[in-house]
């Protein structure tokens, strides 16, 4: 199947010269052909002749092969050295596959072989012996494509591979659990600042406001919060905060964002049921990228980053990338700022069968806290949008996070993998502002300081080896691993009385200094050491039935002192997580699958019955789902039901004690469908999530819905070039995005549901000038009518979402 590797059809391609060879030495060809039933009709010479719509831009050669596989069902074989550093030529237009695979390489001195009727070589003229085509071809490691680079970039929408769901590089479509991929491109289209924002149209997610997402990454999937800490968010495969106070992840630095739904402790250790969010961070590349881009926008947004990436000087094995990110901006709450610096200087070296990449950032967030607003405030007294609540002489947030690390790869001779990465994390916080206290007749806000101080580090190591060996129709990929996360976190909270009023009628935000009571503090210290080892075997038999099979045990202490009382609580806990998967690869592209995960995540504190340390919570997951990749296509379409059971869930009683008798289960369906057809690229997805608590202490709370987990969630995005409408070079894309409406059970409150409108226009400049070649003009706009929608928090607290903002972006490409 195009796109994500050899597929077996039951009919065998003529093949030839080293070929053959290739299929008897590497049992390649075991399972069957190279290419898809359908493109097994076409005969040598439409192969060559038969002419198809393509519109493939220039790129890194490897990505523009991919793509070329991708739209027109061929395999290509070629050598891994041969093609690194290299960039295609763009093609666009009607071509045969031929002329189009040839255009794309005209001026790298590459040539093409045809193997078969839509299989080819790309060999260089050195490499010919006694004629084209004669056999005589110098190979090193040859790669059939089709499975792309988990980690490189990916033109448009669609990304057919994944790391994060096995880590190993593995299409989606094999993979027996519910996962997607936000590309960079899509993050550029829908100028997304935040991860929750890059992340919107995706099934089963859902993010916190805009006011507090400027701040940190806070969001659910399938019921579940993956935002508590270490609990759900990942950078390239490690965790990597300790705290969800610590800081958002610059969008702008990454490359992909990867989307694991369902029970994963098998991978990573103690998590959420609900998945994670794994960022993948932009890594240095051997062809030349370079932009800069200037914006402006609503709120007097001004913002400059740039991504610069290349050989070190002409260098073929060692590569260096900066991204960096300057942002000043005003938001539509009054005295709140956005502001922001990012710098990632990364660096790789590497040779045939060794790479080292180190990856460093910095990032400072400074803003203002937006202090969630009772619902019934909001209801009653029309509280307006731009409402501070906050002292604007105390009120801060600002966060200085650093991180560093290197990921290590080398393939011994045996053809056994070794994959080692490590990092170090340290965030330090400044967190002061005005709390909500209680809200009087007569329009007065009663209100309370908090002063936080806090500083937070982690360590995290991964080290695993893979193989791959084969029985008979057989071929096993064997990981196994050993991984480490150490954490510490250290909060000093203060805070003074309710002695600070606020009229809401006639707010006044400059006020004096609160008074705060630095005698007494309400935070803690705690560290906490995670070990894991796993073991996990992903089986393909006869190329049609794929199995994943994978077990791991880990041990987990913590210790927390609280300052107020001075005690200190150690936890000490291990628990083992397993998964089981089975997808089956139809000819035509379906594949359906069926698997079972776990997931664990511990708790510090005692029972209040028995006195005993709390177990880890503890998530079981089902699903069932079926993929759709039609060959010789660019489209994905998966849908997937699914049942997802928490145990050990902390409860309270109504004096506020905690009790270990609690339920959550999470049953829903989701449908999700990446497409490029033509000059159309889209996004579209569906989640019916019906969360509930099915145990607890409390019996009125049983069978009640989870709060602010809406029934109904609907996301779809577009662009459209209209070339051949005769707008050479441009480009518009929208998007909607729907939220059913959502219980808080703590108040009997329902919060609205809303439906948002995104557009976007893009420009290349060069179309109406050829002097300006790379330069791009964009325009976008979010929630473009205006709507007015709230989001809320389970303890009656909301903030409203961001009203209609427009920005305006030049980019600069060399």
């Known amino acids: 199947m195009a796109g994500t590797g050899v597929r077996d059809t039951g009919k065998a391609p003529a093949l030839s010269g080293w070929a053959r060879w290739l299929c008897a030495s590497t049992a390649l060809c075991l399972a069957g052909p190279l290419v898809p039933a359908p493109a097994l009709a076409q005969s040598a010479v439409a192969a060559r002749t038969q002419a198809l719509s393509l519109s493939i831009p220039a790129q890194p050669l490897p990505n523009a092969i991919d793509a070329f596989i991708r739209a027109t069902g061929w395999q290509v074989g070629y050598s891994s050295n041969l093609v690194e550093g290299l960039r295609s030529r763009p093609v666009s237009g009607s071509y045969a596959p031929l002329d189009a695979l040839t255009a794309m390489l005209a ?37 059939v494509t089709g499975t792309q680079n988990p980690t490189a970039h990916v033109d448009g929408y669609l990304a057919t591979s ?69 609990t759900g968010m990942l950078r390239d495969g490690l965790k990597y905060q300790s705290n969800v106070y610590d800081g958002g992840q610059e969008p702008y630095g990454l490359e992909r964002i990867e989307i694991l739904r369902g029970p994963s402790s098998i991978l990573y250790g103690q998590l ?6 794994n960022a993948v961070s932009k890594r240095p590349t051997f062809t030349p990228v370079n932009e800069v881009n200037l914006e402006i926008g609503s709120y007097d947004k001004r913002q400059l980053s740039a991504d610069l990436s290349g050989p070190v000087a002409g260098s073929s094995n060692m590569a260096y990338r900066l991204t960096a ?35 460093a950032n910095y ?100 080290t695993n080896l893979e193989m791959k060996f084969q029985t008979g129709p057989v071929a096993h990929t064997v990981l196994a691993g050993f991984d480490y996360y150490y954490r510490t ?68 202490n913590s210790e927390t002192l609280a300052y107020s009382t001075r005690r200190t609580t150690t936890q000490d806990d291990a628990a083992f997580s397993g998964r089981a998967g089975l997808v089956y690869l139809f000819d035509n592209g379906l594949a359906p699958y069926v698997s079972v995960s ?99 202490i409390d019996p009125t709370e049983i ?28 480009r518009v894309g929208a998007g909607v995005r729907y939220l059913s409406d959502m219980n808080m059970p703590d108040v009997g409150q329902t919060v609205p549901g809303y439906t948002l409108v995104d557009a976007m226009i893009r420009y290349d400049l060069e179309s109406f000038n050829p002097n300006l070649k790379g330069a791009i003009l964009a325009v976008n706009a979010k929630n473009l009518f205006g709507e007015e929608y709230l989001v809320c928090v389970a303890s009656d607290g909301c903030r409203y979402g961001s009203p209609r903002t427009v920005s305006a972006t030049l980019t600069y490409r060399w």
């Open 598 to 696: 776990q997931s664990f995540a511990p708790q510090v504190g005692a029972d209040a019955i028995t006195g005993d340390a709390f177990k880890p919570t503890e998530g079981l997951g089902y699903e069932g789902g079926l993929r759709y990749e039609p060959p010789g296509s660019n489209i994905l379409l998966s849908g997937a039901v699914y049942d997802i059971t928490q145990s050990n869930v902390l409860t309270l009683d109504a004096s506020g004690n905690q009790y270990q008798i609690g339920e959550v289960r999470s049953r829903g369906f989701e449908f999700e469908a990446h497409a490029k057809y033509g000059q159309l690229n889209l996004v579209a997805s569906y989640a019916y999530t019906d969360a509930r608590i099915t145990d607890s």
């Open 107 to 143: 001026g790298t001195g590459i040539r093409v072989n045809l193997t078969g009727p839509v299989t080819a070589t790309l060999i260089a003229p050195t490499a010919v012996r006694n004629g084209e085509g004669a056999g005589g071809i110098l190979l090193d490691t040859v790669t």
């Open 272 to 277: 959420s049921p609900g998945g994670v969010v």
């Open 489 to 556: 976190y250290d909060s000093d909270r203060f805070r003074s009385g309710l002695d600070y009023t606020f009229n809401i009628r006639t707010p006044n935000n400059l006020t004096a200094l609160p008074t705060i009571n630095y005698g007494a503090n309400f935070g803690s210290d705690s560290t906490g050491e995670q070990f894991g080892v796993y073991l996990q075997d992903q089986i393909k038999i006869y190329d049609k039935f794929v199995v994943l099979l994978g077990g791991r045990y880990d041990w987990s």
């Open 703 to 730: 069978g009640q819905r989870e709060a602010l987990v809406p029934y109904n969630a609907v996301g779809l995005w577009a662009d459209y070039g209209l070339d051949d409408w005769g707008l050479r070079g441009m």
């Open 363 to 462: 990032q400072r967030i400074d803003t203002k806290f937006a202090a969630p607003i009772p619902y019934s405030a909001v209801k009653d007294y029309g509280l307006p949008q731009k409402l501070f609540i906050g002292n604007a002489n105390y009120d801060t947030y600002i966060s200085d996070t650093y991180s560093a690390g290197y990921i290590f790869d080398h393939e011994f001779d045996n053809g056994i993998k070794l994959h080692n990465t490590m990092r170090y994390y340290q965030a330090d916080v400044t967190w002061d502002y005005m709390q909500w206290g209680g809200l009087l007749g007569n329009g007065t806000l009663v209100r309370r300081a908090s002063d936080r101080e806090e500083t937070s580090t982690g360590i995290a190591a991964d």
């Open 325 to 359: 990110l300057v942002r000043e901006a005003d938001t539509s709450v009054d005295y709140v700022n956005d502001d922001r610096i990012y710098v990632a200087p990364a660096f790789t070296w590497k040779n045939e069968d060794t790479s080292l990449t180190i990856l």
């Open 162 to 230: 994944s790391a994060t769901a096995s880590k190993m590089a593995v299409p989606i479509i094999e993979t027996p659990q519910s996962i997607s991929v936000v590309t960079s491109d899509l993050i550029r289209d829908t100028n997304s600042t935040t991860i929750t924002e890059a992340i919107q149209y995706t099934p089963g997610v859902i993010a916190q406001a805009p006011a507090f997402s400027r701040m940190v990454d806070d969001l659910t999937i399938r019921g579940f919060n993956v935002a508590n800490g270490n």
